[in-house]
């Protein structure tokens, strides 16, 4: 049974950085598309950023201020948020599935268990 395991996130202030990690037990970041999706209270879970082997993809709300990359080596894969914003406070969710249609409406067959970002003003 794959398992996807995130660490990192907790508290910054506005302008500051963060870096989310998500390991899987298994290859499956190679073979599949993965992504990063957040919520915050009372809102739906919105995707993030989308990472396969040739595209990548980000929110407008996030373009330009997110990177996301992933290790294949390490089974891994990486959210590295700079210029954070309050509005960015959410609980931080990776996930990945073959199907990219199956990201875009966020009904991923792997999740993470979720961390939660905090960014103070």
């Known amino acids: 049974q794959v398992q996807l395991v995130q660490s990192g996130g907790g508290l910054a202030q506005a302008g500051g950085s963060l870096t989310l990690s998500c390991a899987a037990s298994g290859t499956i970041f190679s073979d599949n598309v993965a992504a990063w999706y957040r919520q915050a209270p009372g809102k739906q879970r919105a995707l993030v950023a989308a990472?396969?082997?040739?595209?990548?993809d980000y929110a407008d709300s996030v373009r330009g201020r997110f990177t996301v990359s992933r290790d294949n080596a390490k089974n891994t894969i990486y959210l590295q948020m700079n210029s954070l914003k309050p509005e960015d406070t959410s609980v931080y969710y990776c996930?990945?599935?073959?199907?990219?249609?199956?990201?875009?409406?966020?009904?991923?067959?792997?999740w993470g268990q979720g961390t939660q970002v905090t960014v103070s003003s």
């Open positions: 990472i396969s082997s040739n595209s990548i």
């Open positions: 996930a990945a599935d073959r199907s990219f249609r199956a990201v875009v409406i966020g009904a991923c067959e792997y």
